[in-house]
């Protein structure tokens, strides 16, 4: 056997080996899913045997007390927050994330370096030690239980990531292309909406989607700073849980449904996210 046909098997062996571990890895982390969909169509007796029965009878109780066929609340008010929560913020980290990136990344200003650590280090702030002055904010603003204290708060919360993001992605769209705008008179709002931005259009759905991601599954300060009006979709689930009685069954029943929003939106947008990370990750 010559070397380039051995080589080539070596090839091939080793692209198969990764492609095995791909589909190994694949479905690991698609197991949870399954086992969550599965536990979410047995009855509350069945749910919490252990070991769990495959042959368990299966049954849409879970979902239907979910939706409160068994006169509890209702998840649509909820559902709504999130959606209106985290579909607003991510609006607004968008248009403000998006110059400054520009500012960062094509026309840099001064210092940029130092300001990209500036976006980073808001990070490094734990969320509960800026839990209570938020809280007592809040209280004294008289915006507690409201919706759109949530809005300013998750676009605050994912504007440093997603200027990081951002600036990442513009950093490779040619400078040529910019300068030639200039020269045919553009002015910086028509460069912006009619040259950079349909060149970066992939890495604005990625960074849409992350925002979106965190804002709809954010909890802590949903739990906190929400009551009834404003309640969230993660602050609903958690109240399935309690001290007495079987639950497993209705909360992968809610789980998987409060899911979906997140799944569908991946999925609608993973040719997007795809180009975006890739393009913002090649330097």
């Given at each position: 056997?010559?070397?380039?046909?051995l080589?080539a098997?070596?090839a091939?062996?080793?692209?198969?080996?990764?492609g095995l571990?791909?589909?190994?890895?694949?479905?690991a982390f698609f197991?949870p899913?399954?086992?969550?969909?599965?536990?979410?169509?047995?009855?509350e007796?069945?749910?919490?045997t252990?070991?769990?029965?495959?042959?368990?009878?299966?049954?849409?109780?879970?979902?239907?007390e979910?939706?409160?066929?068994?006169?509890?609340?209702s998840?649509?008010?909820a559902?709504?927050?999130?959606?209106?929560?985290?579909?607003?913020?991510?609006?607004?980290?968008?248009?403000?994330?998006?110059p400054a990136?520009?500012?960062l990344?094509?026309n840099r200003?001064?210092k940029?370096?130092?300001?990209?650590f500036?976006?980073?280090?808001?990070?490094?702030?734990?969320?509960?030690?800026?839990?209570l002055?938020?809280y007592l904010?809040?209280k004294?603003?008289?915006?507690?239980?409201?919706i759109?204290?949530?809005?300013i708060l998750y676009?605050?919360?994912?504007?440093?990531?997603?200027v990081w993001?951002?600036q990442s992605?513009?950093?490779?769209?040619?400078?040529a292309?910019?300068?030639?705008?200039?020269?045919d008179?553009?002015r910086?709002?028509?460069?912006l909406?009619?040259?950079?931005?349909?060149i970066?259009?992939?890495?604005?759905a990625?960074t849409?989607?992350?925002c979106?991601?965190?804002s709809?599954?954010e909890?802590?300060f949903?739990?906190v700073?929400?009551?009834?009006?404003?309640?969230?979709?993660?602050?609903f689930?958690t109240?399935?849980i309690t001290?007495?009685?079987?639950?497993?069954?209705?909360?992968c029943a809610?789980?998987?449904?409060?899911?979906?929003?997140?799944?569908?939106?991946?999925?609608?947008?993973?040719?997007?996210?795809?180009?975006?990370?890739?393009l913002?990750a090649v330097?």
């Amino acid at each position: 056997m010559s070397t380039t046909a051995l080589r080539a098997r070596r090839a091939r062996g080793k692209g198969a080996g990764l492609g095995l571990l791909a589909w190994l890895l694949g479905i690991a982390f698609f197991l949870p899913i399954a086992w969550m969909a599965l536990t979410s169509l047995h009855s509350e007796t069945d749910a919490a045997t252990n070991p769990p029965s495959f042959a368990a009878s299966l049954t849409l109780d879970g979902y239907r007390e979910f939706f409160g066929a068994g006169g509890g609340a209702s998840p649509w008010p909820a559902l709504i927050n999130s959606t209106v929560a985290s579909l607003a913020s991510t609006l607004l980290v968008l248009l403000l994330a998006f110059p400054a990136a520009y500012a960062l990344s094509i026309n840099r200003v001064r210092k940029w370096t130092d300001v990209l650590f500036f976006f980073l280090s808001t990070k490094m702030l734990p969320a509960v030690a800026g839990l209570l002055p938020i809280y007592l904010f809040a209280k004294n603003a008289g915006m507690l239980d409201n919706i759109w204290l949530l809005v300013i708060l998750y676009t605050s919360m994912n504007l440093p990531i997603a200027v990081w993001m951002m600036q990442s992605f513009l950093a490779e769209i040619p400078v040529a292309v910019i300068e030639a705008a200039k020269v045919d008179g553009a002015r910086l709002p028509t460069i912006l909406a009619r040259v950079v931005a349909p060149i970066s259009l992939p890495g604005i759905a990625a960074t849409a989607l992350i925002c979106f991601i965190f804002s709809w599954n954010e909890l802590l300060f949903a739990r906190v700073l929400t009551g009834v009006v404003a309640e969230t979709a993660p602050v609903f689930l958690t109240g399935f849980i309690t001290s007495q009685g079987l639950f497993l069954a209705k909360v992968c029943a809610a789980s998987l449904v409060i899911s979906l929003p997140v799944l569908a939106a991946g999925f609608a947008a993973q040719d997007k996210l795809v180009q975006g990370l890739s393009l913002g990750a090649v330097k």
